[in-house]
């Protein structure tokens, strides 16, 4: 698994150097709009049905204020507007990252 070396906030992105040397920038708006939280995506029922979650998908003005490791697996960022609850792995931060440049 790939790991990340550095983690630094550079204006309005998050700018991430991973042991493999690569770099990626994420807008903090949209890290705040893809938490992985339950807060933010909802959770299944034994159903399959999706509770709760947020229909808002837009953060204008959303920073990134802090981070924290988790693990060796993810990091949990924290937002201006209070939210602190998802955590993002690696692979999550690479997809996002992916996502964002195609």
């Known amino acids: 698994m790939i790991r990340p070396?550095?983690?630094?906030?550079i204006g309005q992105e998050v700018a991430i150097r991973w042991q493999d040397g690569s770099e990626d920038y994420l807008p903090m708006e949209k890290l705040r709009a893809l938490s992985p939280?339950?807060?933010q995506q909802g959770e299944r029922d034994l159903l399959g049905k999706t509770i709760g979650g947020s229909m808002v998908r837009d953060y204008p003005g959303v920073t990134v204020t802090g981070w924290a490791p988790v693990g060796g697996y993810g990091v949990q960022f924290s937002f201006s507007d209070g939210h602190r609850t998802g955590i993002y792995t690696f692979a999550y931060l690479k997809e996002i990252a992916s996502s964002l440049s195609a």
Not at 5 to 9: G, P, S, T
């Open 5 to 9: 070396e550095d983690i630094q906030c």
């Open 37 to 39: 939280s339950a807060e």
